[in-house]
Nanobody
Framework: QLQAYGGGLVQAGGSLRLSCTAS?????????MGWFRRAPGKVRESVAS????????AVAESVKGRFSVSKDNARNTVYLQMNSLQPDDTAVYYC???????????WGQGTLVTVSS
C-alpha cells in the first residue's frame, strides 16, 4: 500500500529526493503521511510529515533547514527532499500513513540512504 523509493549512495553535502507512492485505498483511509528513519544502532526517528489535504507539514528539528516534505495529490505521492546530507543521515528511510488522531499503522518498506564522508 506504500512504496518508498529513491534511496542510494551520496557524498556528504549532496542531495537526494525520496518518494513514497500510496495506493488509492491508503490515500482514502489516511490523513497524514510521515517519513521516518532508522540509523544503525539507533531507534527509529520521525523526520517529517504532511497532510494529504491542506498540506500542513512538520519537520524534525534535527533536519530542519535541510529536509523538506511535499506531496503530489494527483500522483498519490509524497516526497522527502534531503539537502546538505551528512554521514549521520545514513539510515533506512520509511514512509507511513495514519489517520489524524491515530498512530501510524500503514508502513512502506524502507529505502536505504547512505551518505559517504
Amino acid at each position: 500500500q506504500l512504496q518508498a523509493y529513491g534511496g542510494g549512495l551520496v557524498q556528504a553535502g549532496g542531495s537526494l529526493r525520496l518518494s513514497c507512492t500510496a495506493s488509492g485505498s491508503t490515500v482514502v483511509s489516511s490523513d497524514i503521511m510521515g517519513w521516518f528513519r532508522r540509523a544503525p544502532g539507533k531507534v527509529r526517528e520521525s523526520v517529517a510529515s504532511i497532510e494529504w489535504s491542506g498540506g500542513g507539514t512538520a519537520v524534525a528539528e534535527s533536519v530542519k533547514g535541510r529536509f523538506s516534505v511535499s506531496k503530489d495529490n494527483a500522483r498519490n505521492t509524497v516526497y522527502l527532499q534531503m539537502n546538505s546530507l551528512q554521514p549521520d543521515d545514513t539510515a533506512v528511510y520509511y514512509c507511513a500513513a495514519r489517520q489524524r488522531n491515530s498512530a501510524y499503522d500503514i508502513w512502506g518498506q524502507g529505502t536505504l540512504v547512505t551518505v559517504s564522508s
